[in-house]
């Protein structure tokens, strides 16, 4: 998937969309996406100016941004003007190592657990084959 279909599966945009590319997925078990992170994210500026680093929590929404795209490749749809997929919760978040500029992370989700619309996944973050962050997040459809 190129960005304009990540763009059509998501609702985010600059600065807050977290996935450039889709690499691989099979609808109802996985999916694997790519953030380029480069220097000019706005979130450098603060953190921090003398060590740019990507906060955990960013790693954390890119992850939670990859499982929306596979729930909507899952359920074949698209997101509408009046339902939003919301990030629920998070279990057994671990960070491993650092984010920085220049760095390409790798995001692999696995769908662990789908039950009375609530999505469970296993997810991880890595750059260079080497694991940034893990974490078991879990999220849901809502109308409004």
């Not at 279909?5 to 099979?26: A, C, N, S, T």
């Not at 729930?71 to 998070?90: A, D, Q, R, W």
């Not at 390409?104 to 009375?116: D, F, G, P, T």
Request: hydrophobic share 45%; charged share 25%; net charge neutral.
């Amino acid at each position: 998937m190129d960005i304009n279909e990540v763009l059509r599966h998501l609702p985010h945009r600059y600065p807050f969309l977290l996935i450039d590319r889709v690499i691989d997925y099979k609808p109802g078990e996985y999916l694997v996406a790519i953030k380029n992170v480069t220097v000019n994210e706005p979130f450098f500026q603060g953190h921090f100016p003398v060590r740019p680093l990507m906060p955990g929590v960013l790693v954390i929404e890119a992850m939670a941004q990859a499982c929306g795209i596979l729930s909507f490749k899952t359920m074949g749809k698209l997101p509408g003007n009046n339902e939003i997929y919301l990030f629920v919760g998070i279990d057994k978040a671990r960070f491993k190592r650092p984010v920085e500029p220049g760095d390409q992370l790798e995001i692999r989700v696995n769908i662990a657990r789908r039950m009375h619309g609530m999505w469970k996944f296993e997810t991880t973050a890595q750059v260079a084959g080497e694991v940034c962050c893990s974490a078991e997040l879990m999220c849901t459809f809502k109308e409004f």
